[in-house]
């Protein structure tokens, strides 16, 4: 089984963001649904947080991953449930494979700007990111009408000003644009953030092979 938008899904991963539209109000838990796209394909997922922990969740044709992951960023797997092809693995990620992936994200210094907009029903401002490493520049749209955890905000992001609504996702050279949507007081499902026992656990370069690279 090849699931060719994996490479993808771990750079939403890496920066998973979520937002409300109701204004300067402070989420701990709860459930984001955001719209985005991976190797040039829609897909729209949801997030489930809590202040440790956070669990994007999507389909990719027949198969169901989740990608989990701690506010300290420092545990990291991606759970893959294909029914029709009988294939339950989980991808745990060691600490080398967390530090390699966390050194390979752009680092940014932002320049607000005038520009406004609602997005999603959120009021947010544009700011301008800089990446320090290349010097290209992509626009964060960011807004101040509420909070969040640290297990949903993205590091390379953490100092934009606000919390990102419109953004850039980034992992192992792609990118993806991330659009929230909306996001409710909704607790995750039981068993959210755990590895049920009737997954085989492997590693991600075992992932990747079956990914195609």
Known sequence: MKLKLLGAALGIAFSAVAISASAQK?????TISLSTDMRGQPVDGKIYFTPDSSAFAFSAGPANIKILSNAKRTYFAVIVDVAVASIKKAAIANPDEIEQAMAGLP???FAPSTETKQI???????VVATDTKTN???????TNDVTLPSSVIPDYYSAAGGVPIQYTSFSQGQTSNVTVTSITDTMAPAGTFAIASDFDKITLDDLKAMSGG
Request: charged residues 25%; contains cysteine.
């Open 107 to 109: 680092k940014f210094t």
């Open 136 to 142: 290209k520049t992509y626009d964060v749209w960011v």
């Open 26 to 30: 402070a989420y701990t838990q709860g």
């Open 120 to 126: 999603s029903g959120f009021n947010c401002k544009k």
